[in-house]
């Protein structure tokens, strides 16, 4: 399979999983609008893939939807294989996307580095 095709059939399920957990399987307590798919990733035979989700909440919250979102992985599939044609729907693998949460502190150190920067040429120039 070409990567160009793997680009797009990612793009495609990301979108379908993301569809039914917020449309079909919203009634569950545990599953809010406060989960994002971010990216699926799917193996070249076609046969897993790879669901990362994004959860707003404190860790235990996150593990909480995180052990919901893996024991409905097969009512989820099943009803995103209704809506996409494939000849073999893939077996969905549910994991915690933490790059989000990398990125933003990443981005609090950097202001943070900026601000003491600031400062220390502020304090250079009153010298």
């Avoid at 059939?9 to 990301?14: A, D, F, H, Q, R």
């Avoid at 669901?51 to 707003?56: A, G, L, M, R, Y």
């Amino acid at each position: 399979m070409t990567i160009k095709r793997t680009v797009r059939l990612n793009s495609l399920l990301k979108e379908v999983i993301s569809e039914v957990i917020h449309r079909d399987i919203h009634h569950i307590p545990l599953i809010d609008q406060m989960i994002t798919v971010t990216r699926v990733e799917i193996t070249s035979d076609l046969s897993y893939a790879k669901v990362f989700v994004s959860v707003i909440g404190d860790e235990k919250k996150k593990k909480s939807v995180l052990d919901c979102l893996k024991g409905l992985a097969g009512p989820i599939a099943k009803l995103a294989s209704k809506k996409v044609v494939m000849r073999y729907f893939p077996s969905l693998e549910f994991e915690l996307d933490v790059g989000l949460e990398k990125q933003l502190h990443m981005e609090e150190v950097l202001l943070k580095i900026s601000k003491e920067r600031q400062e220390r040429a502020g304090k250079d120039e009153a010298n």
